[in-house]
């Protein structure tokens, strides 16, 4: 009987403790996670913005991951963890694909999801390895592979038949963009809700305002639950400003000047914030082991 324990507890600690050394899989920061110091912040910054386009004209994801080591764990496995962790491309679709590079261990890999396996096959993936990326990296061109690299898979990915992307939650059909907004709008808003206030009174004038804001937010933004929020928020906003102006003594002027700290907040910041987050996540993508490994 102790010999049966001995031999299931060498079992269990050959199990557990490789598992246990294995490197820790980086958090996804953004869509290029460099922990070398490899690539400068301009080198980031154009392979984010590249990486981005794609995935916004074609839904695909594609990540790059710079790592000093791998800790002697075959890059394939390595690789092939971050991007279950990650899940890099769209669920379902799975087009996600991943471009590792161990640099200490100077080993590296391009992991692919199973819906780019047809443009991104393994074959094709070992010539992007052995012809485009490691010669540049053998000369110590590091931001040069792997843009070559990466332009490679894009110009591939590109032309494979894959799902539409699914508009961003601000477009619904309009070609309008948070970042576009034009702080004229709230102003020329601000001016009609006055003249509206004084012509037709407090309580007339408040709604109109609202419904106008509500006209010219669906027009921006053609997102019918945000402009009636907005129009509700603009009504309200209106008649509080008026009361508050109306106690204090003030001027219709002064109560505007206090409303427009208060409707721009509220009504506007919350899709400048998500677009300016600058956050990226997986999609919610599958890998199978398909892609290719390299060494220079």
């Known amino acids: 009987m102790k010999a049966i324990r ?147 898979m894009i110009g591939l990915v590109n032309g494979e038949k894959l799902p539409e992307p699914a508009a961003p939650h601000w477009d619904k059909g309009s070609n309008f963009n948070p970042e576009d907004f034009n702080p004229f709008w709230l102003f020329f808003a601000f001016v009609v809700s006055s003249i509206l206030r004084s012509t037709l009174g407090r309580l007339v004038g408040g709604v109109l305002t609202g419904v106008f804001v509500a006209g010219l937010a669906w027009f921006l933004l053609a997102n019918v639950l945000l402009a009636v929020l907005a129009g509700i928020l603009a009504a309200i906003f209106t008649m509080l400003i008026d009361f508050a102006s109306s106690g204090s003594g003030g001027t219709s002027t002064g109560g505007w000047s206090g409303g427009s700290s208060s409707s721009g907040s509220s009504s506007w910041s919350s899709g400048s914030s998500s677009s300016d987050s600058g956050g990226f996540s997986g999609g919610g993508g599958s890998f199978g082991g398909g892609g290719a490994s390299g060494s220079w």
């Open 6 to 152: 001995a031999v299931l507890l060498a079992l269990l600690l050959s199990w557990v403790l490789p598992a246990l050394a294995l490197v820790a899989v980086p958090q996804l920061t953004g869509r290029v996670v460099d922990q070398t110091g490899t690539l400068s912040s301009g080198d980031v910054a154009q392979l984010t913005q590249t990486l981005a386009d794609l995935e916004r004209r074609k839904g695909s994801q594609i990540a790059v991951l710079i790592v000093p080591t791998t800790d002697g764990e075959a890059i394939e496995q390595f690789s092939l963890r971050v991007a279950e962790a990650w899940k890099i491309g769209r669920k379902k679709i799975d087009d996600g694909a991943l471009l590792v590079v161990a640099k200490n261990d100077r080993r590296l890999r391009i992991e692919v999801g199973y819906g780019l396996e047809g443009a991104l096959n393994d074959v094709t993936v070992k010539r992007i390895i052995d012809e485009i990326i490691t010669p540049k990296f053998r000369s110590g061109d590091f931001a040069g592979g792997i843009s070559a690299g990466v332009n490679r």
